[in-house]
T-cell receptor
Framework: AQSVTQLDSHVSVSEGTPVLLRCNYS??????LFWYVQHPNKGLQLLLK??????LVKGINGFEAEFKKSETSFHLTKPSAHMSDAAEYFC?????????????????FGQGTILTVHP | DAEITQSPRHKITETGRQVTLACHQT?????MFWYRQDLGHGLRLIHY???????NKGEVSDGYSVSRSNTEDLPLTLESAASSQTSVYFC?????????????FGPGTRLLVL
């Protein structure tokens, strides 16, 4: 079974300082991993995804994440926080299974990390 | 532009009433999903569909049902609303691509059951 753990429920940073949102996953095979962002009262927006290509993945708005298989981690980083980055962030693992000769994917979400950015 | 929409965006209902939340996508995606979002739980899968006439239960399906009569729509029905179903509901869709597809989410429906 797939699972994902976001190690911090809240992270607070000052504007202009680095951001680190931590995520560990559990998977019986090479996973696909995603980070989604949710701004207040908005839907979820895809930030970036890892699908077994380059281990360092670049996303939108200056975010990037590094897949580390030995550590089963997929931490999200940004060199310099902006006020507009304040939101909730979800780490997600995708499981793929086969049925009737067709492959299907299902997402498992972490509990979310709320990022606060102070001026 | 193609999109995924949900209606209503906000809904207040009473316990015991039947409630239907609409989800409509114009991407012509085969796969559609319903999630609920609760504090401390992230998003949890309620039901999903991989095509017309196909529906499957997710991890928290009790008290919910879906039907898929066309590609564009996957309405979610709460047969008899309970206070425990107060939540934010998200619909998502994706193409069929061997399980490697990215899911795109609607804006959400905030449901309050009194």
């Amino acid at each position: 079974a797939q699972s994902v753990t976001q190690l911090d429920s809240h992270v607070s940073v000052s504007e202009g300082t680095p951001v680190l949102l931590r995520c560990n996953y559990s998977s019986s095979y090479s996973p696909s991993l995603f980070w989604y962002v949710q701004h207040p009262n908005k839907g979820l927006q895809l930030l970036l995804k890892y699908t077994s290509a380059a281990t360092l993945v670049k996303g939108i708005n200056g975010f990037e994440a590094e897949f580390k298989k030995s550590e089963t981690s997929f931490h999200l980083t940004k060199p310099s926080a902006h006020m507009s980055d304040a939101a909730e962030y979800f780490c997600v693992v995708r499981s793929v299974y086969n049925a009737g000769g067709t492959s299907y994917g299902k997402l498992t979400f972490g509990q979310g990390t709320i990022l606060t950015v102070h001026p | 532009d193609a999109e995924i929409t949900q209606s209503p965006r906000h809904k207040i209902t009473e316990t015991g009433r039947q409630v239907t939340l609409a989800c409509h996508q114009t991407w012509n995606h085969n796969n559609m999903f319903w999630y609920r979002q609760d504090l401390g739980h992230g998003l949890r899968l309620i039901h999903y569909s991989y095509g017309v006439q196909d529906t499957n239960k997710g991890e928290v399906s009790d008290g919910y049902s879906v039907s898929r009569s066309n590609t564009e729509d996957l309405p979610l029905t709460l047969e008899s609303a309970a206070s425990s179903q107060t939540s934010v509901y998200f619909c998502a869709s994706s193409e069929s691509a061997g399980g490697l597809e990215t899911q795109y989410f609607g804006p959400g429906t905030r449901l309050l059951v009194l």
